[in-house]
């Protein structure tokens, strides 16, 4: 039964009456019914927008906007009527996942989205086969594209199972800043591992100034999240937890804004099984499976080139709102600061 039923229902009651008493339809019928059947009208509507999102055409104008929006980007524009002189020159996105999740990969995908997709361009070290040595554990600057300095992605080191290591790793990244080169360490590195990273890390003479994170994006493996919810694989029973875990950590959120979700490895799925993973994660984490979670896999053709501007538009749509809060509240802080400077001039004078 569909939501128009709820309306047909109400030619039981005469208008007359429901227009008197207008609670008594509601009394007369069964209210669980009522409410389900509109969230699976809701639910219905969502899967069916998402699924369109892989069966209609590519509108090729909009792909074109997209990435003429992302190509003009520069920190601020996105804020009208506002002075943008004083924004920093460069906007700067988080990518944090699981391991093997594809940050790496996601950091190549969209340099070739806006560079294009030039034989042998890989910028990010990508790890082969999940090999626990291989991957990334310098944290990695990229300005996207190279020849700009408006856009920087950092791609970093794997989330670990231990959610109080994550967060600890988190809170320096969001509040510390990330510095280009960065040796992360966990506490649960073994002696061998470290003595390696440290051997691997010994031309970082001197670090540079650390960037402040604008803006964060969560990357997940879609055939990974299949595993957990499946629940065969037990040692995949925790990845749903920990992503959810990770996009509900308050220092990966920008006030209400929580990181943008890109699913990688769809390639590997059926269409009806990547709509499945966006609609799961996005009951899991509460994020709109059409708006906030972005599908692009190891593909080059336009729908996922479409997905990878539409993710970066949302990153910098949310990244320049964040900026303008800080930038409103500089007078604010020099206002208070001139007031408390002229009171201490005039306390001091006083007490002469
Ligand atoms: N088929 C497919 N493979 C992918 C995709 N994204 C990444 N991979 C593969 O997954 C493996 C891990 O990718 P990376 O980009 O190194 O993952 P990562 O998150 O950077 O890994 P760590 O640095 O170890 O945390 C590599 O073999 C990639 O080629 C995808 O969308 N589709
Ligand atoms: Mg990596």
């Not at 429901?18 to 339809?25: E, L, M, V």
């Not at 910028?123 to 300095?149: C, D, I, K, W």
């Not at 799961?280 to 080139?305: C, N, R």
């Not at 709102?321 to 408390?340: G, V």
Request: contains cysteine; charged residues 25%.
């Amino acid at each position: 039964m569909g939501g128009g039923e709820i309306h047909k229902g109400s030619s039981s009651l005469s208008s007359n009456e429901s227009c008197r008493n207008p609670t008594a339809y509601f009394f007369d019928r069964d209210v669980e019914t009522i409410i389900q059947h509109a969230s699976e009208e809701q639910d219905r509507k969502i899967y069916l927008e998402v699924l369109n999102t892989y069966k209609n055409g590519l509108n090729l104008e909009k792909l074109e906007e997209a990435k003429r929006k992302v190509l003009s980007y520069t920190p601020g524009s996105r804020i009208d009527n506002f002075d943008h002189s004083n924004f920093p020159k460069t906007t700067s996105i988080i990518l944090v996942g699981p391991k093997g999740s594809g940050k790496s990969s996601l950091v190549n995908k969209i340099s070739a989205a806006l560079e294009g997709y030039k034989l042998g361009l890989c910028r990010a070290q990508v790890s082969y086969n999940g090999s626990s040595e291989n991957g990334t554990y310098f944290l990695h600057e990229f300005m996207v594209p190279r020849s700009s300095s408006s856009i920087c992605l950092y791609d970093t080191r794997s989330l670990s199972e231990d959610v109080s290591e994550n967060n600890e790793m988190l809170i320096g990244w969001m509040t510390g800043g990330v510095c280009h080169g960065e040796l992360v360490q966990k506490n649960s590195d073994t002696i061998d591992l470290n003595n390696r990273l440290r051997a691997k890390a010994r031309h970082n003479h001197r670090l540079g100034k650390p960037r402040e994170v604008n803006f964060a994006i969560l990357v997940v493996n879609a055939v990974d999240v299949l595993k957990s919810i499946s629940g065969e694989d037990e040692s995949f029973k925790n990845y749903s937890q920990l992503i959810a875990t990770t996009f509900n950590n308050p220092f990966l959120s920008f006030k209400d804004d929580k990181p943008a979700i890109v699913i990688t490895h769809g390639d590997l799925l059926s269409i009806e099984d990547r709509v499945s993973v966006r609609l799961y994660l996005g009951d899991v984490m509460q994020a709109h499976p059409k708006t906030q979670i972005f599908d692009i896999p190891d593909d080059e053709d336009s729908p996922t080139i479409l997905s990878v501007f539409e993710m970066l538009n949302y990153c910098l749509d949310r990244a320049d709102r964040n900026l303008l809060s800080k930038q409103m509240m500089i007078p604010t802080i020099s206002l208070f600061s001139s007031m408390l400077f002229v009171l201490m001039l005039t306390t001091t004078y006083m007490l002469k």
